[in-house]
């Protein structure tokens, strides 16, 4: 089965710093990844997604993500954190059923990432 | 483009009583998911439905919990004689077909009592 996993449940930046949130992801055949991001009582925003390409992904608000075969990871950077990146962020992959990919994606477990001032 | 719309934002239910939920899609989508977020454990996947089908409905409890995508209105997330575990947010997504990812309505906090 499809899966991702976000190894860190939390992630502290100072703002200025670049900060990195770490994604790994398990699929059989080519992967179809996404990065999102949740404020406090908000529904999920969409920020980037790797269909395929250039390994480096760009996405909203100075976002973005490197899709690492070798490695089966897709962490996503940012240069310079800011106070208002503070948030959950969610790396997800489209599933695969028997009969091929579908619009259906598995998220992990969530990233908090604080940015102190 | 009104987005995704979900109502009600927050819902409170006695234990025993029924909560329905809707969800709106983007103009233009035809496909629906419904994800719960509890405290602690992410997303996770319920159903996802086209119109007047349900594609995937493995993470739905097998009980008491139900959705439909009617021909025409509203995706509607049905949980009968709730219980307290039962409480959390319920997110609907929406998405064109194709590996273009979701948007997500602002949710429903249901909170039984």
């Known amino acids: 089965a499809q899966s991702v996993a976000q190894p860190e449940d939390q992630v502290n930046v100072a703002e200025g710093n670049p900060l990195t949130v770490k994604c790994t992801y398990s699929v059989s055949g080519n992967p179809y990844l996404f990065w999102y991001v949740q404020y406090p009582n908000r529904g999920l925003q969409f920020l980037l997604k790797?269909?395929?390409?250039?390994?480096l992904v760009k996405g909203s608000y100075g976002f973005e993500a490197e899709f690492n075969k070798s490695q089966t990871s897709f962490h996503l950077k940012k240069p310079s954190a800011l106070v208002s990146d503070s948030a959950l962020y969610f790396c997800a992959v489209r599933d695969i059923a028997r009969g091929g990919a579908t619009n259906k994606l598995i998220f992990g477990t969530g990233t908090l990432l604080a940015v102190q001032p | 483009n009104a987005g995704v719309m979900q109502n009600p934002r927050h819902l409170v239910r006695r234990r025993g009583q029924e909560a329905r939920l809707r969800c709106s899609p983007m103009?233009?989508?035809?496909?629906v998911y419904w994800y719960r977020q509890l405290p602690e454990e992410g997303l996770k996947f319920m159903v996802y439905l086209q119109k007047e089908n349900i594609i995937d409905e493995s993470g739905m409890p097998k009980e008491r919990f139900s959705a439909e995508f009617p021909k025409e209105g509203p995706s509607i997330l049905r949980i009968q004689q709730v219980v307290r575990g039962d409480s959390a947010a319920y997110f609907c997504?929406?998405?064109?077909?194709?590996?273009?990812?979701?948007?997500f309505g602002s949710g429903t906090r249901l909170t039984v009592v």
């Open positions: 790797y269909i395929t390409g250039d390994n």
């Open positions: 103009k233009g989508h035809s496909h």
């Open positions: 997504a929406s998405s064109p077909e194709g590996p273009y990812g979701y948007t």
